[in-house]
């Protein structure tokens, strides 16, 4: 196994999810916390992503960038059509009864993996958006509950959004200040892989219930710092599942990163999320949105 994970999703198919009740390690539900952090998957790969306004959603590249989605491409402009949920209890709520909204998927085209050595080359440029517009976008046939192209009523998300931050303000951000975990991801580890009365393997557990979990930035100044921002997952972390959904500034909707890769597969110690609030992080968001027909 790689020692660094990338926080894609758990499963695929969204019919292979586990059927338990109880995203984010060491967190709790987030019942409407946060209403505007959406699950996003392609049919193949699951994540989660923050809603900047009724027609674009921020996620990571990685998510969906290396996969071929289940639901097609926008006729227009190509690009991979996914589909996202803002409900909270998404694994409780049956599948008729689930609201789907469907949106075109564009990764900067400078994300790479494996782009260098080690930690400093792992990832690069993660960052992806949504663009919810009804130009090419069609809903795929045979689909179970509520399903639409176009904008996000404002009512989904109780009118609140996740908002991008000031150009390089994490570097002005002290050690220890408050981040905010939200996302849809793995919550938890049980032992497997056989008998425990010997060496057990953990397996992921609980996943796609919407859970918040608080951390502290761990700040620093290394080869990696102007693009990543490192945290303790120690007690409140993200893991798989997770990728894509914001690390928020503490008790606030200002997303400082979005989470991007973890250093073992038990998703414990530290992390690291891909920054927004750098020059060209935010130029491929606005630029990228003002084309494709988003608003901000």
């Known amino acids: 196994m790689r020692r660094l994970l990338l ?27 946060h209403p505007y952090v959406a699950y996003l998957d392609n049919g193949v790969f699951a994540c989660s992503g923050t809603l900047l306004s009724p027609t674009v ?13 289940r639901f097609g491409v926008n006729s227009v402009t190509g690009a991979p059509i996914v589909r996202a949920t803002f409900d909270p209890n998404l694994i409780n709520t049956p599948r008729a009864k689930r609201v789907w909204s469907f949106g075109s998927y564009y990764f900067d085209p400078q994300f790479a993996i494996g782009s260098g050595g080690g930690l400093p080359g792992f990832d690069t440029h993660d960052v992806a958006v949504v663009i919810f517009t ?3 976008c069609a809903v795929p046939p045979n689909q179970a509950g509520t399903n639409s192209c176009g904008p996000i009523p404002g009512s989904v998300t109780q ?3 996740g908002a991008l931050p000031a150009q390089g303000l994490v570097d002005t951000l002290p050690m220890g200040t408050g981040i905010d975990f939200v996302g849809f991801g793995v919550q938890n580890f049980v032992n497997g892989g056989g008998p425990c009365g010997g060496p057990c393997t953990p397996v992921p557990g609980d996943v796609f219930t919407r859970f918040f979990a608080p ?5 620093s100044n290394n080869s990696i710092s102007g693009e990543f921002i490192k945290y ?31 250093t073992n597969g038990q998703c414990n110690g ?6 927004i609030d750098t020059p060209q992080a935010l130029s491929f968001i606005t630029s ?3 084309a494709r027909g988003g608003s901000l």
């Open 232 to 262: 303790h997952v120690n007690k409140g972390g993200v893991c798989f599942g997770d990728s894509g959904g914001p690390d928020l500034l503490g008790g606030t909707n200002i997303i400082l990163a979005d989470n991007s890769f973890v």
């Open 7 to 33: 926080l894609a999703a758990l499963c695929g198919v969204f019919g292979a999810m586990p059927a338990s009740a109880q995203a984010i390690t060491g967190g709790q539900p987030d019942g409407n916390g």
């Open 57 to 69: 959603l921020i996620t990571a590249a990685h998510c969906f960038s290396d996969s071929t989605s």
């Open 270 to 275: 530290v992390g690291y999320s891909y920054r």
């Open 134 to 136: 009804s130009q090419g």
């Open 159 to 161: 009118n609140k959004y």
């Open 288 to 290: 990228t949105v003002a």
């Open 215 to 219: 951390s502290t930035l761990i700040a």
